[in-house]
């Protein structure tokens, strides 16, 4: 990538896809990022651009680079496909550019052993947000490929009704109208997702689920 791309890529701003670091001092909130673009659709990290669109670049980016490196060896589970490429500045700084494509081993983890600490990431616009246990079903699911078989009862027809008169629904709503155990409500739900009957919108504070369209 040469200056010219990488500032239109910056003109573009912050968005699924695209994520702005200035400083790669806490590698934590990178390692989230990656591990959020390997869990949705793939997209790129540049280090070195601020919030507010200014590219400065990073002064010791052999350092940074190396760290990161290690960081991602280290904490990303299962490993994560990513490459990293520097953009340099009139000034002698670089960009570091992180592009990491969709992945086909999701569901992938911050993966921390000595602090007990295992989480997984997704990307909701332009946030990376921890992974409901509902999408990590789904994404275990889409992964295994496997023939999903369901049968249509009493809690599915109620599910439907619901549906037909409302937009979206919760997995606690769910099992409240329903009158089931949160966990039955939970599998229904990510089942109707894997046999593309209903469709997830993952939030940071809770999942939506509605009818898929088309």
Same mark, same amino acid.
């Given at each position: 990538?040469?200056?010219?791309?990488?500032?239109?890529? @910056?003109?573009?701003?912050?968005?699924?896809?695209?994520?702005?670091?200035?400083?790669?001092?806490?590698?934590?909130?990178? !390692?989230?990022? !990656? /591990?959020?673009?390997?869990?949705?659709?793939?997209?790129?990290?540049? !280090?070195? +651009?601020?919030?507010d669109?200014?590219?400065?670049?990073?002064?010791?980016v052999?350092?940074?680079?190396?760290?990161? =490196?290690?960081? +991602?060896?280290?904490?990303?589970?299962?490993?994560?496909?990513?490459?990293m490429e520097?953009v340099?500045?009139?000034?002698?700084?670089? /960009?570091? @550019?992180?592009?990491?494509?969709?992945?086909?081993?999701?569901?992938?983890?911050?993966?921390?052993?000595?602090?007990?600490?295992?989480?997984?990431? +997704?990307?909701?616009?332009?946030?990376? /947000?921890?992974?409901?246990? =509902?999408?990590?079903?789904?994404?275990?699911? =889409?992964?295994?490929?496997?023939?999903v078989?369901?049968?249509?009862? *009493?809690?599915e027809?109620?599910?439907?009704?619901?549906? *037909?008169? &409302?937009?979206?629904?919760?997995?606690?709503?769910?099992a &409240?109208?329903?009158?089931?155990?949160?966990?039955?409500?939970?599998?229904?739900?990510?089942?109707?997702?894997?046999?593309?009957?209903?469709?997830?919108?993952?939030?940071?504070?809770?999942?939506?689920?509605?009818?898929?369209?088309?």
């Amino acid at each position: 990538m040469d200056y010219r791309a990488l500032k239109e890529l @910056v003109r573009q701003g912050e968005g699924t896809h695209l994520e702005f670091k200035l400083k790669s001092n806490h590698p934590e909130r990178i !390692i989230r990022e !990656i /591990v959020a673009f390997a869990n949705t659709e793939g997209g790129k990290l540049l !280090i070195g +651009i601020g919030d507010d669109k200014s590219i400065q670049g990073l002064k010791h980016v052999d350092e940074d680079e190396y760290l990161l =490196e290690r960081a +991602i060896e280290r904490y990303c589970t299962p490993t994560i496909t990513y490459s990293m490429e520097r953009v340099l500045l009139a000034n002698e700084r670089e /960009v570091l @550019v992180i592009t990491v494509p969709e992945s086909e081993r999701k569901p992938h983890y911050v993966d921390d052993p000595l602090n007990d600490f295992r989480r997984a990431y +997704i990307r909701v616009d332009d946030k990376a /947000v921890q992974a409901s246990k =509902e999408v990590r079903e789904i994404m275990k699911g =889409e992964t295994a490929e496997r023939a999903v078989r369901f049968t249509y009862g *009493d809690k599915e027809q109620t599910l439907m009704q619901h549906l *037909d008169r &409302n937009q979206s629904i919760t997995v606690d709503l769910f099992a &409240n109208i329903a009158n089931i155990p949160r966990k039955m409500a939970s599998r229904t739900l990510v089942l109707l997702v894997l046999a593309n009957v209903l469709e997830i919108h993952p939030h940071e504070t809770v999942d939506r689920f509605t009818t898929r369209m088309g």
